[in-house]
Nanobody, 121 residues
């Protein structure tokens, strides 16, 4: 059973920083892309950033220059360093990963449980 477990959310003042972590565990053969999505109240879930297994990254324009995604392949973990946080960054942040479980022919999409990030003005 593969699962993603997130940690690191919380309440921070505008201009502050938070670091999110997401660890994949279980019977994993390979992890392809890992990424972070967020969903604010009343809005659709949106892609914030992603990183390939080779380290290629992409960012939504709204977070470029403020957020940094990284991953530790040995630990099956992805991180999101969030700096210069703004009130509009307030959302539930979800980790996502494309994972090929051991013994499976297929790559599946997995989600973390979500972690709340609240930025006060």
């Amino acid at each position: 059973q593969v699962q993603l477990v997130e940690s690191g959310g919380g309440l921070v003042q505008a201009g502050g920083s938070l670091r999110l972590s997401c660890a994949a565990s279980g019977s994993i053969f390979r992890i392809n892309v890992m990424g972070w999505y967020r969903q604010a109240p009343g809005k659709q879930r949106e892609l914030v950033t992603g990183i390939s297994d080779g380290g290629t990254t992409n960012y939504d324009d709204s977070v470029k220059g403020r957020f940094t995604i990284s991953r530790d392949n040995a630990k099956n973990t992805v991180y999101l360093q969030m700096n210069m946080l703004k009130p509009e960054d307030t959302a539930v942040y979800y980790c996502n990963a494309e994972i090929k479980p051991r013994g499976s022919y297929y790559v599946r999409n997995y989600w973390g449980q979500g972690t709340q990030v609240t930025v006060s003005s």
